[in-house]
């Protein structure tokens, strides 16, 4: 598998001088004739959270890349998979593709028997960025540890946390199931609808997939769901590290339905890739969400999926 890339600015203007040098000798095969109108992004969850935010500004610079206008269209519902079921039902001709949380959503079909999808139903075009997931909570909670959280939780029963669904509602389960924990679940279709419901003072603890950087001095991070502590919250202990023993898919990407023809499933990865270097979806990713632009081709993805839906069948036995 290729490594993932880190991109700075600077590592970023280097890559477009070598694609551009690249390109009149190892151009893939691409569609001539694609695209001819504007291409539909799905962005599977409501807006205003980490994935639209960072999902219109990139959005943009595909559609510089495609030569044709990138249109945003938010599908939200259960944790990902209502856009990501419109998708699996839609025309494979490169018109209508998704950006989210691809491994995620393609986990789905592991630990979720209501969906009507799998990983095989779509054709991933790559990753671009990554998800900062954390459990966080507002700051003027009596606890500031996921540890303490815990220990309150079980001391005030019916404490009200927020789920987006999907996986961030299997990682609740599995701690109160865990702890004994009783709490009670309020449901938010994006992360800024979860932010707010935290400030508001309607939830003690929420998930979050990154747009908690934009409101660091009302929350704070209790436990960070990736496989490492975040960069930006380093005293944060992670969701293993606490004693859950999993972590959460973090890739942001971009996929279209099984089917599509190879040439143009060629044009959307090169623009995508070359899209991901674009210096205002980087201003968005690291500055604002406090995140890293991580590029991988869909070949990279599609492996990483694989071995993924190995580690989480056991989820679905819980």
């Keep these: 598998m ?34 001819t109108k504007p291409v539909t992004l799905i962005i599977p969850y409501g807006a205003g959270g980490g994935t ?142 979860a932010m707010q419901l935290l400030i508001a003072g309607n939830a003690v603890m929420s998930y979050s997939g990154g747009i908690h950087a934009n409101y660091a001095d009302q929350i704070q991070v209790l436990a960070s769901l990736n496989e490492t502590r975040l960069s930006a919250y380093p005293d944060a202990p992670t969701y293993k590290e606490s004693g859950y023993g999993l972590a959460m898919p973090s890739l942001i990407g971009v996929m279209a339905p099984a089917g599509i023809s190879d040439d143009v499933a060629a044009t959307l990865e090169s623009a995508l890739q070359s899209a991901a270097t674009d210096a205002d979806f980087l201003t968005i990713v690291e500055e604002r969400l406090k995140s890293k632009v991580e590029v991988l081709t869909g070949a990279d993805v599609q492996e990483l999926i694989a071995e993924m839906a190995e580690k989480y069948k056991d989820v679905a036995s819980r």
């Design 2 to 35: 290729s490594s993932i890339k880190n991109f700075s600015r600077r590592s970023a203007l280097s890559m477009i001088a070598a694609l551009a040098s690249l390109a009149s000798v190892a151009a893939p095969a691409v569609a001539a004739d694609y695209p």
């Design 52 to 193: 639209d935010t960072m999902g219109r500004v990139f959005a943009n610079a595909l559609g510089n890349e495609l030569g044709q206008p990138v249109v945003v269209v938010n599908r939200k519902g259960g944790g990902g998979s209502v856009g990501a079921s419109f998708l699996k039902n839609s025309a494979a001709d490169g018109y209508t593709i998704l950006m989210g949380g691809v491994d995620e959503i393609a986990a789905w079909n592991t630990t979720a028997s209501e969906v009507d999808f799998a990983a095989s139903d779509f054709r991933f075009l790559g990753a671009v960025a990554n998800y900062q997931n954390a459990f966080v909570a507002p700051s003027d909670q009596p606890f500031s540890t996921f540890s303490e959280f815990v220990e309150h939780a079980k001391a005030n029963p019916g404490q009200p946390v927020v789920s987006q669904g999907g996986m961030s509602a299997t990682f609740l389960d599995i701690v109160a199931e865990k702890e004994g924990l009783d709490l009670r679940i309020v449901n938010a279709n994006s992360g800024s609808e």
